[in-house]
């Protein structure tokens, strides 16, 4: 009798086990996500981005790069090589973006130069109201 009791235990104790593994990651994806929120709009001042200069940030997790394009203005675009995803560098004496894992080149456009990227970095709206540029 203490037999079956016991195995009677270890089939409960292992079902249960069995539902909350199913459980667990159920309510996991039904619950809403915990953490920092997505970045939704960033505000930067124009005296941190001067002509010829860039300056890297996060906008809704993606890295971005702002430049200063000297006779053409402010642009931002994505850092992520559109190749295989690694992080563009910008390169301000040749006024480029270089791709560091495959020798990816684009212009301060976001075209690509030359190198395995099939095609431009995507490139976020900015505006200028005042002193400060706003991506967002
Ligand atoms: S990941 Fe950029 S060139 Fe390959």
């Known amino acids: 009798m ?4 016991f195995l009677k235990s270890m ?3 292992l079902g249960s086990t069995t539902l909350l593994s199913f459980l667990y990651p159920l309510l996991r994806f039904i619950a809403p996500p915990t953490g920092e929120a997505r970045v939704e709009r960033i505000v930067i ?3 941190e981005v001067p002509t010829g200069g860039a300056k890297e940030v996060v906008y809704r997790e993606t890295p971005v790069i702002i430049i200063n394009r000297p006779g053409k203005g ?3 675009l994505s850092r992520v090589c559109t190749h295989l995803g690694c992080l563009v560098e910008y390169d301000g004496r040749k006024g ?3 791709c560091p894992c495959h020798a990816g080149v684009f212009s301060l456009d ?5 190198g395995p990227p099939p ?3 995507p490139r976020f709206s900015l505006r200028i109201e005042g002193e400060n540029i706003l991506i967002g």
């Open 45 to 47: 001042p124009k005296d």
């Open 11 to 13: 089939l409960a104790l």
């Open 74 to 76: 402010y642009i931002a």
């Open 2 to 5: 203490k037999r079956r009791r």
């Open 110 to 114: 976001g075209v690509v130069l030359s």
């Open 119 to 121: 095609k431009p970095l």
């Open 96 to 98: 480029r973006l270089i």
